[in-house]
């Protein structure tokens, strides 16, 4: 019966997660990116789908483009491999959506009674604070279980997993490629493989300082770590301890998303439309779709590793600390007994004190908020600048973000070492 | 003989431009800029034109359809001298001239068939007419076509668009 409950709550993660958010995100992308660029260059972008002289401020153009998408005809060009040509596009959306299972949306649920020690929650075992109260002060504090309901795979080898999918992700646009049996589709699926396991080196590379500098893989743990407080005030974000490895990584992350100024799969200007040249209908729509959820994934997983995940600063399990003082130390003897808890309870209240259900809705707000953030900076980067050259993307690839991260590793050790 | 050759000075970058991060910056900050006064409404200034809504203002000496004016009696003001035929680089005009009644005017068009999909819209035959009976100032697009046929306009179609021209015609012989 509970294996029953726990499959039901897998279950409506994933639908909640990857159909309500994902996919809503992803196809709503469509039309934002449109609307971006167009604002960007002082135009109204796509405005005139109407119904019954209602437009929407051109909301209805999803409408639109999904009915197109449907109707029009799935074209398989002859001498294709008919069966690698329909699973490509599948291929490359399922890579994209799979990936969000190691999202955290928000901390995994406590229990019992959530208290924050030198910036981390920590989840005892009583049902509130008062509880707490009428407890034995000599009793030793013990731990109530965590509920990850805001991640849908709370594992601990959260980032290789990422690497690992992103890894396949490469196949869906390679095999599209090569089935399609046409010369620009073949080299936009070369140069997409090329491109994607070229900088998937350097994407690993940059993020094993941070590795270094939180000590797990756990994405949920490593978003935890973030709400340390540094020198006592300011919240230890990924972007503050690993700045560099930022730059690097959002570099090769879009160069992994294949999106202009990365767009040499694609190359408009020289390949017609890169590997998807002989895609129509709904596959073209899906190798769009996946490139659209890759890039909100992208925009997740800079704010979870960079930005604080859900972390909304200074605000912990009971309300906003602004400063580390007001916290529980950590526990002499390795344990705190009820006693302390109770004094911390009775005399160091949060700055503002909040309820830990709204805390909860908070922090999924702020990462929501952070993604969003993240996705317009993506787009504004794809809208502005220049695309490169083949020769010149293996030339930073290989030449400048390889070395650069190996350097910003080797500092990392350094600093780690001399500073522990 | 040696081809003349230039060597350009490739001027010094600095390592910062070299880099390619500031100007990075820089360019999303402009990008920004223009996407947050768009927002913003802070510039009145929009591209974009509704078009079957809203219709651009045509400059005054826009060319347009042609059109072929009227004498004070409503015939035709083309005394079918082919000067317009002559001078068009397309060859999209095709006159067939005809003896008029009226002998002072000696000869009129009995076709006159414009290709407005071989006409490139330079204004020459306008330039040539020597007695005003052509003109590309009727300020309306040439119409969509889903037959070839349709997109050749004929003389009464361009005289329907034609109003009546004051200018002087033929004159007085002075030998």
């Keep these: 019966m509970t294996l029953l409950i726990e499959f ?269 040249t002989e895609y129509s209908a709904m596959k073209f729509g899906i190798f769009s779709l996946s490139e659209f959820v890759m890039v909100v994934f992208i925009g997740a997983i800079c704010a979870t590793l960079f930005f604080g995940g859900w972390q909304v600063p200074w605000l912990y399990a009971d309300g906003f600390h602004f400063s580390g003082d007001s916290m529980l130390a950590a526990a002499s003897g390795g344990a705190w007994t009820a006693g302390e808890l109770q004094s911390y309870v009775q005399a160091s209240t949060p700055d503002i004190a909040l309820p830990y259900g709204l805390v909860v809705f908070l922090r999924i707000g702020c990462f929501l908020t952070k993604i969003i953030l993240m996705i317009a900076l993506q787009l504004q980067i794809r809208w502005t600048l220049p695309r490169f050259r083949y020769d010149q993307i293996m030339f930073l690839g290989w030449k400048i973000l390889l070395p650069a991260s190996l350097i910003n590793l080797f500092i990392t050790a350094l600093a780690i070492l001399l500073l522990r | 003989m040696p081809a003349k050759t230039l060597v350009m000075e490739r001027g010094k970058r600095s390592f910062w431009v070299q880099s390619y991060l500031p100007e990075v910056a820089n360019g999303l900050a402009v990008t920004l800029k223009h996407l947050v006064r768009f927002i913003t409404r802070q510039e009145e200034s929009v591209f974009t034109i509704n078009y079957p809504e809203e219709k651009r203002q045509y400059p005054e000496r826009y060319r347009g359809l042609h059109r072929l004016m009227v004498r004070e009696d409503g015939q035709v003001r083309c005394v079918a001298c082919m000067c317009c035929s002559t001078i068009c680089p397309a060859n999209c005009i095709h006159i067939v001239a005809a003896e008029h009644d009226d002998a002072s005017i000696e000869k009129y068009p009995r076709i006159f068939v414009i290709d407005e999909l071989r006409c490139i819209v330079c204004g020459l035959c306008v330039e040539a007419c020597p007695c005003d009976a052509i003109r590309m100032d009727s300020g309306v697009h040439c119409h969509s076509f889903t037959d070839r046929t349709t997109a050749f306009l004929n003389r009464d179609l361009l005289m329907n668009l034609g109003t009546y021209s004051a200018a002087k015609q033929g004159g007085e012989r002075s030998f």
């Design chain 1, 8 to 276: 039901a709550i897998a279950l409506l993660k994933v639908l909640v997660i990857v159909f309500g958010f994902v996919m809503a995100l992803g196809s709503l992308m469509t039309l934002t990116e449109r609307k971006y660029s167009a604002f960007m260059q002082k135009r109204w972008g796509p405005i005139r789908a109407e119904v019954l002289g209602f437009r929407f401020g051109g909301l209805l153009h999803l409408v639109a483009d999904g009915v197109k998408m449907i109707l029009k005809e799935d074209f398989i060009p002859s001498g294709a491999n008919r069966n690698i040509h329909t699973i490509a596009p599948a291929m490359g959306l399922f890579t994209a959506m799979v990936i969000f299972a190691i999202i955290p949306f928000a901390d995994a649920w406590c229990t019992g009674l959530a208290l924050p020690v030198e910036g981390m929650d920590l989840c005892f075992g009583f049902d509130d604070a008062e509880a707490l109260q009428s407890a034995q002060p000599a009793a030793v504090a013990t731990f109530a279980p965590t509920h990850p309901y805001f991640q849908i795979a709370d594992l601990n080898a959260g980032l290789l997993y990422m690497f690992a999918i992103t890894g396949i992700g490469v196949y869906g646009t390679a095999l599209g490629g090569w089935a399609s049996n046409s010369k620009y589709s073949l080299l936009g699926g070369l140069r997409a493989s090329a491109q994607m396991i070229s900088y998937e080196v350097s994407m690993g590379l940059s993020l094993a300082g941070l590795l270094m500098v939180y000590g797990t893989l756990d994405v949920n743990e490593m978003v935890r770590e973030q709400g340390a407080l540094l020198w006592g005030t300011v919240p230890m974000w990924g972007i503050l301890v690993q700045p560099f490895a930022f730059f690097l990584f959002l570099t090769a992350s879009i160069a992994e998303s294949k999106r202009a100024p990365f767009d040499m799969p694609e190359a408009e200007s020289e390949l017609v439309a890169g590997y998807f």
